[in-house]
């Protein structure tokens, strides 16, 4: 071996590939993700508690200017968003009773129209729908908003003037985009059943309206109704304080927001979906 | 036992008082970036610290503050020690504290003029809103920000938002305003108006509710204080110095000093 070179291990062409020595440089970079990924846990954990514990702790704080802003938060993440999501529904409709209409017609089985509209939509895409659509909306604009009122140092300003930057900018946030989400996801839902039942009637199958009406309140249950509330909320919830977190709990330069924008879009997808499967989980074991 | 004749009046409790402490960076609170300060402030004094760009005024008047602690030593605010503060007590001392921040004022870009001056008193609701609307009135007057009641600070002047930062700072009513390089970047004429706005503040204003307000203002240029400053002080090269009243800077020959007052090349 030259001295001052670096050399790999001598292997063998005769060993089969898992016998052989991970690279030290593949250890390293899975070791440090491995480390970034329970600080970023451990940090949102942190952030999640802290917004908890003011949330409860300033309920009663300074409500004159909480309130409106809370109000704000409602009207961008449930109700700006209204057209789209129609628009969404409509689509919703189409794809899910558009596929299933030609399929069911060829089984006979039309009667089962409702259980898998209240099955695919009310249960599973139209809440994850809803939240990565407020999520794409307006959840990159928090961290945008926040992130640059960070790097311009008005968070800082907020401090020095008495006020708790969570209480202010991040409580009236996470209960916004909550009552958002859930409210978008009842337009959407009740959307994509008319629509679905618009595209059934397009496509002449032969069910009445007060089949259809049946058919869906036969196939829901009253869980459906608690776990779409604490689903749509869940996932508002966690929409907020992921992109609160990174747009706030760590001091950011101007160049850096875009950065934190896709490491909050990406870390909010996959808990989101997470919570998804927590709850698929509770309809199987109901 | 005969009296005392005029006996001197008991010097008034430090408003701040530092003994031996050093002050870090916000983003490297590792790191000391001025070294050892012994420094008292009693009500009413008028202190103008000068010190080049980098020298760490900002991180220096962010501590005092109480946005960041003191990397060691021991720093009482109005008879509190910060250093181990938290809560309501570190809330209750920012609120009794102006701070102006450098470079625009940090003012914030969602809200209206009137809406950032309004803010820390509706937040704090110390005062019926009818109060507040009269008191934000007063300040818009007195800043002459009138003309930008209703716009947001994206449609302002740099010379109008630093008096807004100024307007935000003053409606608590301070007991101590701390100006963060406050004239940096600012036309001449501004610079006047400051000047004259700090005079009456520091002799005592209906805008403080008559009481002279206590002043610690941080620049790198010291030629507009020379008549505004009761006393001065410099930081350098991580280095704190408390030179006294005016006569004191004139007779100073440090070259960092001197050159904080130049007043054109070649002077």
């Known amino acids: 071996m030259q001295k001052g070179t670096a050399s790999l291990p001598e292997v063998s062409s005769a060993d089969p590939l898992w016998r052989m020595p991970v690279p030290r440089s593949l250890v390293r970079f899975i070791g440090r993700k491995l480390l970034e990924l329970i600080l970023t846990v451990q940090g949102l954990g942190a952030f999640a508690l802290i917004t908890l514990g003011v949330f409860f702790s300033k309920f009663n704080v300074a409500r004159e200017v909480i309130r409106p802003m809370i109000v704000t938060q409602i009207t961008r993440a449930g109700l700006k968003p209204l057209g789209m999501v129609l628009f969404l529904a409509a689509a919703l409709g189409l794809v899910v009773i558009g596929q299933m209409v030609s399929l069911f017609t060829r089984l006979g089985a039309n009667e089962y129209l409702g259980l898998v509209m209240v099955t695919t939509v009310v249960r599973e895409l139209g809440p994850l729908l809803t939240a990565l659509l407020v999520l794409s909306r307006v959840g990159t604009a928090n961290v945008i908003e926040l992130g640059t009122a960070r790097a311009l140092g008005e968070i800082e300003a907020l401090e020095a003037l008495g006020i708790d930057p969570v209480h202010y900018l991040v409580v009236p946030r996470v209960i916004g985009m909550a009552l958002g989400i859930f409210s978008l996801t009842v337009y959407l839902i009740l959307g994509a059943l008319a629509s679905g039942y618009l595209w059934a009637f397009l496509q002449d199958v032969p069910l009445r309206p007060g089949d259809y009406v049946r058919q869906l309140a036969g196939a829901l249950h009253g869980l459906d109704f608690i776990i779409l509330a604490l689903k749509t909320c869940g996932f508002g919830a966690i929409i907020a304080i992921v992109t609160c977190y990174h747009g706030l709990a760590r001091p950011l330069r101007l160049e850096e927001v875009a950065g934190a924008t896709i490491r909050a879009v990406a870390q909010s997808v996959i808990l989101c979906v997470f919570l998804d499967a927590f709850f698929i989980l509770i309809y199987l074991l109901a | 036992m005969p009296e005392t004749e005029n006996p001197a009046p008991p010097a008034a409790a430090p408003i701040l008082e530092l003994n031996q402490v050093a002050v870090t960076a916000r983003r490297d609170p590792v790191t000391p970036v001025i070294g050892q300060i012994d420094w008292c402030v009693r009500p009413g004094e008028f202190w103008v610290?000068?010190?080049?760009?980098?020298?760490?005024?900002?991180?220096?008047?962010?501590?005092?503050?109480?946005?960041?602690?003191?990397?060691?030593?021991?720093?009482?605010?109005?008879?509190?020690?910060?250093?181990?503060?938290?809560?309501?007590?570190?809330?209750?001392?920012?609120?009794?504290?102006?701070?102006?921040?450098?470079?625009?004022?940090?003012?914030?870009?969602?809200?209206?003029?009137?809406?950032?001056?309004?803010?820390?008193?509706?937040?704090?609701?110390?005062?019926?809103?009818?109060?507040?609307?009269?008191?934000?009135?007063?300040?818009?007057?007195?800043?002459?920000?009138?003309?930008?009641?209703?716009?947001?600070?994206?449609?302002?002047?740099?010379?109008?938002?630093?008096?807004?930062?100024?307007?935000?700072?003053?409606?608590?009513?301070?007991?101590?305003?701390?100006?963060?390089?406050?004239?940096?970047?600012?036309?001449?004429?501004?610079?006047?108006?400051?000047?004259?706005?700090?005079?009456?503040?520091?002799?005592?204003?209906?805008?403080?509710?008559?009481?002279?307000?206590?002043?610690?203002?941080?620049?790198?240029?010291?030629?507009?204080?020379?008549?505004?400053?009761?006393?001065?002080?410099?930081?350098?090269?991580?280095?704190?110095?408390?030179?006294?009243?005016?006569?004191?800077?004139?007779?100073?020959?440090?070259?960092?000093?001197?050159?904080?007052?130049?007043?054109?090349?070649?002077?």
């Open chain 2, 49 to 267: 610290i000068g010190g080049m760009h980098g020298s760490g005024k900002s991180d220096f008047m962010a501590m005092l503050a109480g946005l960041s602690r003191p990397h060691r030593g021991s720093y009482r605010l109005f008879g509190v020690e910060m250093s181990g503060t938290t809560g309501e007590e570190l809330l209750a001392g920012r609120r009794r504290l102006g701070l102006v921040f450098d470079n625009g004022g940090r003012i914030f870009n969602h809200l209206t003029v009137a809406e950032n001056i309004a803010l820390p008193a509706r937040y704090h609701q110390q005062m019926p809103p009818e109060e507040i609307t009269a008191r934000v009135q007063a300040l818009l007057d007195a800043t002459e920000l009138g003309s930008w009641t209703h716009q947001t600070p994206g449609g302002i002047s740099r010379n109008w938002r630093q008096r807004v930062g100024l307007a935000r700072a003053l409606v608590l009513q301070p007991e101590v305003l701390l100006l963060d390089n406050p004239l940096a970047g600012l036309d001449p004429r501004h610079v006047r108006w400051w000047m004259d706005f700090v005079a009456r503040l520091a002799a005592g204003d209906a805008l403080t509710g008559g009481r002279p307000v206590t002043l610690i203002a941080t620049t790198d240029d010291l030629r507009p204080w020379r008549k505004a400053g009761r006393q001065f002080a410099t930081l350098h090269d991580g280095n704190w110095h408390a030179i006294g009243p005016m006569p004191a800077v004139g007779n100073d020959t440090t070259p960092m000093l001197r050159e904080l007052l130049v007043t054109e090349i070649g002077e």
